[in-house]
């Protein structure tokens, strides 16, 4: 169980992209939301224990991040708000100046219209023609400017409608922005809650800092240890891998041999034949053997942890997935990062090689990627799993139970185990990640974003 003494996540760890639509924000909201009502229901189970821990603050302090994240959530929410509503304001002032227009040429022609409203003047508009033909134009005006009249009419009608539409929009976007609004002094009221929550217990850690700095000493012991295991584990796979890369071209090298010695007294150029065909048959036992060389591998380094199709296949595979990888547990949240963390204000200094995530006591553990398990051992009162996944290697520690023995091949998803019961009184498992070099790398960079 370990603490981060801030948390800043990058965009792509965020979940944020630029340019968001108004849709994305809010569906990244509510994704926001339930996460902070996990991180609230992981942290009252861990309170029943009515004792200050690291991870308690661990989760507060991820809650305080997530409570940042929504609140700047709903500040780019309200600028496409913003957005709208002058938007709006403009097509309303348009459909406004519009219908005024509308309005006052359909003014000038009711004025026209009853000025020579007298038959009279109707009549010698079109007897006063020239000829027949003239006299047909005027009577198609006549029609024509009626028409006219009479559409001017339904624009004057439709363009009101729009205008009544606008500002019925402008005003849902009036009262959003104003629901927006109280949303967000809610929760910075929350967020302030939350900042006093997280000094509290920094405050009550430090009062029990002798006894923390005790169980930090115990778990780095523990750590140091997994670390040297793992570490002898990767070098019994490499030392295996190169066993059987070695007895691989013993066989084929042995078939040449076969091959060269079958027909000694053949001609020179049958010689030639057979070493062309003990070549061949020298590349068939290293593919049925496994072994793989560097040119097999279309430019990739050679790496001996590759030298299977099958190993060759999972680190492709384990590589490709990079960020999309499934946790190893459905529920849960990360209160120890990678690396070096602090408690602000004390001594309490950690390390951590992977991740814990807090999860229900005896949840299912899943295997992340396709592999086979090359080690399953004890450590303290705990129990730990490593799976082979090509030159990668993925580490499932703080099992309560295990379900996979050694040599086992699963699928992305098996089960491997159960989860324990961390010093909180809840459930924790750590993940870890390693490559061939026996370097750690941050699972949080593998998994994909939750």
């Not at 086979?372 to 303290?380: C, G, R």
Request: aromatic content about 6%.
């Amino acid at each position: 169980m370990v603490i981060f003494s801030s948390f800043t996540a990058s965009p792509a760890q965020q979940g944020q992209q630029p340019n968001q639509t108004k849709e994305e924000l809010q569906k990244q909201r509510k994704q926001l939301e339930e996460e902070i009502n996990e991180l609230n229901r992981n942290l009252n189970d861990i309170q029943k224990n009515k004792k200050q821990s690291l991870t308690q603050l661990a989760i507060i302090q991820r809650k305080v991040a997530k409570r940042e994240q929504l609140i700047g959530n709903i500040n780019k929410e309200m600028h496409h708000i913003d957005d709208d509503i002058q938007a709006k304001e403009q097509e309303k002032d348009h459909y406004k100046k519009e219908l005024d227009t509308l309005k006052q040429r359909y003014s000038q022609s009711i004025v026209f219209a009853y000025k020579n409203r007298s038959n009279y003047e109707y009549l010698n508009f079109l007897f006063s023609a020239a000829d027949f033909n003239d006299a047909f134009k005027r009577l198609t005006y006549l029609k024509s400017y009626r028409k006219y009249r009479e559409t001017e009419v339904q624009t004057i009608l439709k363009t009101e409608n729009l205008l009544q539409e606008s500002i019925g929009t402008l005003n849902n976007s009036k009262a959003e922005k104003t629901k927006a609004l109280v949303t967000q002094s809610s929760q910075l009221k929350v967020l302030e809650d939350d900042k006093k929550q997280k000094d509290q217990v920094v405050r009550q850690l430090k009062d029990q800092e002798k006894d923390l700095i005790a169980q930090q000493k115990k778990k780095e012991k523990e750590r140091q240890q997994l670390s040297k295991a793992l570490a002898a584990v990767i070098r019994r796979t490499m030392e295996e891998e190169e066993r059987k890369a070695k007895l691989a071209k013993q066989k084929a090298e042995e078939q040449k041999r076969v091959q060269a010695n079958k027909a000694p007294s053949e001609s020179n150029v049958t010689v030639t034949k057979g070493n062309a065909s003990a070549g061949k048959n020298l590349r068939n036992a290293e593919a049925s053997t496994g072994v793989v060389t560097a040119g097999g591998n279309e430019g990739r380094a050679y790496n001996l942890l590759e030298s299977t199709p099958e190993g060759l296949t999972q680190s492709v595979n384990f590589e490709n997935n990079r960020g999309r990888l499934p946790w190893p547990v459905s529920g849960g949240n990360v209160v120890g990062r990678f690396g070096t963390q602090t408690v602000p204000g004390t001594k309490l200094t950690t390390h951590n090689d992977g991740i814990i995530i807090s999860t229900q006591v005896g949840a299912s553990v899943k295997c992340v990627a396709d592999g086979e398990v090359i080690a399953v051992a004890d450590l303290d009162e705990y129990q730990y799993a490593v799976v082979r996944h090509g030159k990668y290697f993925t580490v499932y520690n703080k099992l309560s139970q295990v379900n996979v023995n050694k040599g086992s091949i699963l699928k992305a998803g098996s089960v491997i185990g159960k989860a324990a019961i961390g010093f909180d009184g809840g459930g924790e498992i750590e993940i870890q990640v390693m490559n061939d070099k026996r370097q750690f790398l941050d699972p949080e960079r593998w998994l994909k974003s939750r």
